[in-house]
């Protein structure tokens, strides 16, 4: 460790690592375009200058290892004055088209002229123009004007995922990011350049011109569209009168899942959470209020005792899978999470796509949950009712069953089929509900998204409490009953899980 002074403050450092990365990680605002700590440094842009003392000119503090005793100043009438002519510098040619660009709001570029460039353009001569809409593919589009040539999305191509679809094509005013031709940007994860890009010259297709950022409020949620289980960022809004809508997943960073970055798969799966979830409770084909509904549930399972199988998703939360069991135990029915299209080998790649597609399977054996074929047979031979829990893939015993079984679905989507089953349930989905959920590497997340719907579906933890008989219906309230006392998680505790990952041995 090394002491250095920052502005007059003394700090305690790692000897030997840029000064950037100690200076973000104690919270001293310090301008940069082109270090991202993903991809490191570059010192194109020059934003980060800093004053230290002894040396005759400002430093950038991306490229400036730590040295014990060093004297830094971040801010100043020289340092910012040198600032504002970086910035000046960078805006020359730049539309300053902010009050129509998607990113104001969220923009670097923006902020860091409103800390300490605020000066009037003193330009008489046109701008250099650029293209303001250039298809990359893969969902990006490019506004040449609006780049600031960090090479941010350049590095990630080439560090990240080694496409190396993306370089800088001409030279001096005229260098504009392109691809090569007939080669666009088309990995898997591509869209992350759209959040490493610090102004509005990456835009995603899906996002642009749909809402401004400033209406939005972020929810810190977990991806279930693989057994990765990466950390995400859901931005929703809710308009006067209107259904909450979920316009994007954003990557939030975990050092031990995902770092900054998730798939484009995971990061468009929202679409689901927002579209067909408008569907009410149905019991035989006819549309059913859902109060009544629920007393149809609690009363199928009461006439039911000791012949039930409860057909549960891999996908649900600890908390939902800690309560099912217990159901399963008081109703003496059989619980399979047995799923033949779990595995999917295209999808799963050696960054982050998992072919497993469960986002909470490691969970069943901790749990003593069969999710075997064999387990799923006798239990189906025995019942004589099938209840699936978040589960859409029921079709595959839709034929089968209909002779003999009678079947229930509590389901947060818009199912594939209704006709005939004895009781459909809508519950709320994903984004609807908290939860725990273990990833591939045995890293416990907390999902702390919990966004209310108009339609005002149960979560499962409520109808779960319902059917037992007892008022267990927070995650809080199952982990201080249930979960905490299991064997795997001692040691555990609720509320740190809430803000940090964790790692099991499983
Ligand atoms: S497009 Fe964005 S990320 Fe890429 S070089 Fe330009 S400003 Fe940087
Ligand atoms: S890698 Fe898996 S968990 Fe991560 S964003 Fe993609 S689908 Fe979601
Ligand atoms: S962030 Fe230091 S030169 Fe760009």
Redesign the pocket.
Known sequence: MANITVDGKILEVKEGALLIEELLANAINIPH?CYHPALGKDGNCRMCMVEIEGQKRPQIACDTPIKHGMIVRTKGANIDRVKRSILEMELINHPVDCPICDQAGECSLQNYYMDVGLYESRLSTPKVHGQKHVDLGANVV?DQER????????RFTQKITKTHELGVLSRADHSV?STFPNQPLSDPYAMN?VD????G??TSKDFRFHKRVWFLASEEAICNRCARGCSLYVDHHKEKYKDEMIYRYRPRFNALVNGYFICDVGRLSYHQENENRNFHPMIRGKESEYEYAEGKLLRLFKRNIGKMLLVISSSLSLEEMVRIKALAGMYDATISAYEPNRFDEHFGDDFLKHQDLSANARALPLLGIEEHCMGFSEGFEQAELIVFIGRSDIDMVKTLAYETKNIALLYGYNPPFCEGLELLLPITSHTGRAGTFINCDGIVQYSNCAITHNQGHKKLLELLAMLLGDTLNTCEEVWEETIGKLEHFQGLEFEKLKHTAQKISL
Do not use: Q
């Open positions: 375009f490019l780049c600031v040539l960090c090479t941010r999305c350049v990011i350049v490493l890009c610090p102004v010259a990456l």
